[in-house]
T-cell receptor, first 111, second 111 residues
Framework: AQSVTQPDIHITVSEGASLELRCNYS??????LFWYVQSPGQGLQLLLK??????LVQGIKGFEAEFKRSQSSFNLRKPSVHWSDAAEYFC?????????FGAGTRLTVKP | SQTIHQWPATLVQPVGSPLSLECTVE??????LYWYRQAAGRGLQLLFY??????ISSEVPQNLSASRPQDRQFILSSKKLLLSDSGFYLC??????????FGSGTRLTVV
C-alpha cells in the first residue's frame, strides 16, 4: 500500500536560513510526487511536482525538491526562507483517485 | 484556465441541522472530484471522490454524503450534523495523470 511520511511535525527556522522538509514514501510503482503549501484558513496550493525525468524539480516561490529513488524520498528545499513562507507543507504521492498525503509539516519562521 | 469555486467560506451550524457545501469547477471537462476534511492540527482525510456524474466513492463511513448532479459540480451533504463534523472541508479536482487543484475551503463549526 502506498503511504507518505513527513517525519517533522513542526520546524522553526530563522528568516534567511536554508530549509529542508523531509518526505518519505512507499509506492509500488514509479510514483508521482507532489508538494503543497497551505496558509492558515486557505486551500492547498501546488508548489511542485515530479512525474519523471530530471530528479531535481523546481517549483514556485523559489522551492525545489529532489527525488531520490534509492532513499524513497522527495525532500523540499529552499536556500533562503522568507517570513511569508510560514505555512503548513504537505507531501503527496500517487495519481488521480489514489493520492496519499502526508500529515504535514508546520513551518514557523523566526525574524 | 481552470478554476474551482467552493462556498461558503465559513459556516456555523447547530447540531442536528442539515448541511450542503457546493463545489464547482470551470474550464475543464470530466474531472475527478474530491472532498477532503481537515480536522484541527491534523492532515487531510479523503471523504469522497467521483470520476463521473452520479459516480461517488466513499472512503470513510460517516454522517456525510456526496453527490455529483452535473459534470463539474460536487456537493457534500448531511441530514443531521454532529459536533464531530466540525472541520475544514476542501474540494479538489484532477485530471488523470495530474496533481490535484484545491478550492479555498469551508470552515464548518457545529455548535
Amino acid at each position: 500500500a502506498q503511504s507518505v511520511t513527513q517525519p517533522d511535525i513542526h520546524i522553526t527556522v530563522s528568516e534567511g536560513a536554508s530549509l529542508e522538509l523531509r518526505c518519505n514514501y512507499s509506492y509500488g510503482a514509479t510514483p508521482y510526487l507532489f508538494w503543497y503549501v497551505q496558509s492558515p484558513g486557505q486551500g492547498l496550493q501546488l508548489l511542485l511536482k515530479y512525474f519523471s525525468g530530471d530528479t531535481l524539480v523546481q517549483g514556485i516561490k523559489g522551492f525545489e525538491a529532489e527525488f531520490k529513488r534509492s532513499q524513497s524520498s522527495f525532500n523540499l528545499r529552499k536556500p533562503s526562507v522568507h517570513w511569508s513562507d510560514a505555512a503548513e507543507y504537505f507531501c503527496a504521492v500517487g495519481a488521480s483517485n489514489d493520492m496519499r498525503f502526508g500529515a504535514g509539516t508546520r513551518l514557523t519562521v523566526k525574524p | 484556465s481552470q478554476t474551482i469555486h467552493q462556498w461558503p467560506a465559513t459556516l456555523v451550524q447547530p447540531v442536528g441541522s442539515p448541511l450542503s457545501l457546493e463545489c464547482t469547477v470551470e474550464g475543464t471537462s470530466n474531472p475527478n472530484l474530491y472532498w477532503y476534511r481537515q480536522a484541527a492540527g491534523r492532515g487531510l482525510q479523503l471523504l469522497f471522490y467521483s470520476v463521473g456524474i452520479g459516480q461517488i466513492s466513499s472512503e470513510v463511513p460517516q454522517n456525510l454524503s456526496a453527490s455529483r448532479p452535473q459534470d463539474r459540480q460536487f456537493i457534500l451533504s448531511s441530514k443531521k450534523l454532529l459536533l464531530s463534523d466540525s472541520g475544514f472541508y476542501l474540494c479538489a479536482w484532477s485530471l488523470v495523470g495530474y496533481g490535484y487543484t484545491f478550492g479555498s475551503g469551508t470552515r464548518l463549526t457545529v455548535v
